[in-house]
T-cell receptor
Framework: DTGVSQDPRHKITKRGQNVTFRCDPI?????LYWYRQTLGQGPEFLTY????????KSRLLSDRFSAERPKGSFSTLEIQRTEQGDSAMYLC??????????????FGQGTRLTVV | GNSVTQMEGPVTLSEEAFLTINCTYT??????LFWYVQYPGEGLQLLLK?????DKGSNKGFEATYRKETTSFHLEKGSVQVSDSAVYFC????????????FGKGNQVVVIP
């Protein structure tokens, strides 16, 4: 397994445009997480999935943000009508949950979004 | 809720110096504790972890001990190298719950030759 992969690595978009990011988790991992990291800060939790079900969303996830994991494998994060404040690194992570116990999370390299 | 506090400010030190980065936490339940490292332009890499009180995590010469009595998980390395220059994040999660990570703000470490 090559680990968690994210695409694209970098995205520059104009304010008001929509963007979509993709995350491919480690294949046997059933949990997938999205985090956002702004400059000089630690990552902040956005949302997570168990298989295809989205189980929790942070208050940071405004209604312009939507995430999906349709077949319980890869996930997409879409931001509609982007704003300059959306500029950040978007990180995806995955882990395996079995019998109520979780492994540690493994992170992708992130997608750096710049809204101009 | 869960939270992590890291010491303020960047850390600049000379090669072969001793490194300590302080981390304290607030949590309910039985958190697991982690140190992640981030190199410029990259995602997060797990450096080490500890899952219960008094556990010591270690990797690449770095160590941290899970101290429940002081709610701390300080990172140490006896002799740093230039290649250790990176941002270091302390984090915790609840292994038995949603497993989402709460991170500290991170510390930039710069090692000068």
């Amino acid at each position: 397994d090559t680990g968690v992969s994210q695409d694209p690595r970098h995205k520059i978009t104009k304010r008001g445009q929509n963007v979509t990011f993709r995350c491919d988790p480690i294949s046997e991992h059933n949990r997938l997480y999205w985090y956002r990291q702004t400059l000089g800060q630690g990552p902040e939790f956005l949302t997570y999935f168990q298989n295809e079900a989205q189980l929790e969303k942070s208050r940071l996830l405004s209604d312009r943000f939507s995430a999906e994991r349709p077949k319980g494998s890869f996930s997409t994060l879409e931001i509609q009508r982007t704003e300059q404040g959306d500029s950040a690194m978007y990180l995806c992570a995955s882990s395996l949950e079995t019998g109520g116990l979780n492994t540690e999370a493994f992170f992708g390299q992130g997608t750096r979004l710049t809204v101009v | 809720g869960n939270s992590v506090t890291q010491m303020e400010g960047p850390v600049t030190l000379s090669e072969e110096a001793f490194l300590t980065i302080n981390c304290t936490y607030t949590a309910t339940g039985y958190p697991s504790l982690f140190w992640y490292v981030q190199y410029p332009g990259e995602g997060l890499q797990l450096l080490l972890k500890a899952t219960k009180a008094d556990d010591k995590g270690s990797n690449k010469g770095f160590e941290a001990t899970y101290r429940k009595e002081t709610t701390s998980f300080h990172l140490e390395k006896g002799s740093v190298q230039v290649s250790d220059s990176a941002v270091y994040f302390c984090a915790l999660s609840d292994r038995y719950g949603n497993n989402r990570l709460a991170f500290g703000k991170g510390n930039q470490v710069v090692v000068i030759p």
